[in-house]
């Protein structure tokens, strides 16, 4: 069964400055997916950025990026030029390439981040 | 865009009672899922759909059912409402095949609280 873990269940950083959220994982998986979801207060969860296990290369989107490495099993949110709009949940999650019916989300515990002034 | 829709945001029932959440996906999404979330534990999977009338288990279904009746709807059944089962309930969806298309997109959540 896979793991993912979220070390860091609150977080704050200072508007315009950058901040980097932590989730490692653990699976005996080759191909894999992995994924960082942000939950705002009282609003729906949306997807921030997908890497996959395959490629090399960070993913990244806009002031998003991820540092993924793969043999350490750490994948990580650099969210860079913070504003008071990225506040919000934080959840790392894996799913492992499709076999059978559907594929699976494994979810951390979360970050709660706070942008402030 | 996708559009994943849920009937209430918050809901408030007796112990006993029998309780549905229902579930909307407006993309002809193939695959349809429920999660529970609650401080601390993250998002874990109650049961999934990836056809119509077709179900799994997730990690945790004990006191729940769920029913997929027509491709875009998905309903999370809580046969006797406990107050364990108070939490925020979460329904996602996703295209089904691979690659991007096993991305899941969430509905707003609903807030069910049993007394």
């Known amino acids: 069964a896979q793991t993912v873990t979220q070390s860091q269940p609150e977080m704050s950083v200072q508007e315009a400055e950058t901040v980097t959220l932590s989730c490692t994982y653990d699976?005996?998986?080759?191909?894999?997916?992995l994924f960082w979801y942000k939950q705002p207060p009282s609003r729906q969860m949306i997807l921030v950025i997908r890497q996959e296990a395959y490629k090399q290369q960070n993913a990244t989107e806009n002031r998003f990026s991820v540092n993924f490495q793969k043999a350490a099993k750490s994948f990580s949110l650099k969210i860079s030029d913070s504003q008071l709009g990225d506040t919000a949940m934080y959840f790392c999650a894996f799913m492992k390439q499709r076999t059978g019916t559907a594929s699976k989300l494994t979810f951390g515990t979360g970050t709660r981040l706070q942008v402030t002034l | 865009d996708v559009k994943v829709t849920q009937s209430s945001r918050y809901l408030v029932k007796r112990t006993g009672e029998k309780v549905f959440l229902e579930c909307v996906q407006d993309m002809d999404h193939e695959n349809m899922f429920w999660y529970r979330q609650d401080p601390g534990l993250g998002l874990r999977l109650i049961y999934f759909?990836?056809?119509?009338?077709?179900?799994e288990k997730g990690d945790i279904p004990e006191g729940y059912s769920v029913s997929r009746e027509k491709k875009e709807r998905f309903s999370l059944i809580l046969e006797s409402a406990s107050t364990n089962q108070t939490s925020m309930y979460l329904c996602?969806?996703?295209?089904?095949?691979?690659?991007?298309?096993?991305?899941?997109?969430f509905g707003p959540g609903t807030r069910l609280l049993v007394l």
């Open positions: 759909s990836y056809d119509v009338k077709m179900k």
């Open positions: 996602a969806s996703s295209l089904g095949g691979t690659g991007s298309q096993e991305t899941q997109y």
């Open positions: 699976t005996s998986e080759n191909n894999y997916y």
